[in-house]
């Protein structure tokens, strides 16, 4: 089952003519999501060949315009190309009084329905779940109240002993039962102990998602073991009391929280257009968490192996 992430904005809110403002598109065993919209993001999209109306689910981390200001185009682009399928927008309160404004007062209106969960300040919770994944969202340390995200598929079956399935001959309506979990009888009178034939199932991935946020290790708790971590690291060593004053981070405390939180791989985003390039951000990032990198616009990370 796939499970990546597009980055299709790793600038922050100044524009360079390199990279966009923030937004990823995770897709996730066929699940397709947005995470935060900023300017542009609709084009960006086209650009990387992902199709506009096969998102799903929008996630927006904050209020601030470097993280929304794409998604009315993008909800009027999905209304122009003919989407009747709903759509489900996750974000602070009063993002949905944002856009519904902007459409009521320019006399738009759209041909699909829109679902608005709206978070509160600090909320810790699951904000949504099907059968295949699940969402969570934590509050980050931020301006403006923002909310971090954990992406977590759901674990999936049991693994067979394939030696035991040859072995016992086990018919595929039993193999179906025991995958499950379930132990039972069959119309033979023999007991099926599932433990006696699986394995563990494999372990579920996760994709968290920390932008924008100064350095806070209250974040640990709700990421802790997470395959792949995005953390903002908007500014390098030199500039930390920068990074304080305006509530982000520096490269080596996005590696601090990466390495503390045993996650596989640091994804870092959101520079400020005073750095040319993220040469020494990468550099002061290795040498707290070494798998780290830069994100850049157009790349894909698969989340964990296969
Ligand atoms: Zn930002
Ligand atoms: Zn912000």
Known sequence: MTFSVTILGSGSAVPTPDRFPTSQFVSCNSRNILIDCGEGTQFQMRRYGIKIQSLQLILISHL??????????????????????????IGPTGLEQIIRSQLEIGYSKLDFDITFVALKKGDVACVFEDKVLEIHTFPLNH???????????????????????I??????????????GNDFLDDNGKFWKYKEFTLPAKKSRSYAFCSDTKFDERLIENIEGATVLYHEATF??????????????????????????????????????????????VYEAKQVFENSIYASDGITIEVGNQ
């Open 64 to 89: 601030h315009g470097d993280h929304f200001f794409g998604l009315v185009g993008l909800l009027s682009t999905m209304h122009l190309l003919g989407r009747n399928s709903g759509l489900t927008i």
């Open 143 to 165: 301006k403006v109240p923002t909310h971090g995200y954990l992406i977590k598929e759901k674990q999936g079956d049991l693994k067979m002993n394939k030696e035991k399935v």
């Open 167 to 180: 072995e016992f001959e086990i018919p595929l309506s039993v193999i179906h039962q025991l995958k499950a």
């Open 236 to 281: 390098i060593e030199k500039d930390k009391n920068r990074a304080n004053k305006t509530f982000h981070s520096t490269a080596k405390e996005a590696a601090e929280i990466a390495k503390k939180s045993k996650v596989q791989q640091l994804i870092m985003g959101h520079l400020s257009a005073r750095y040319k390039n993220d040469v020494e951000h």
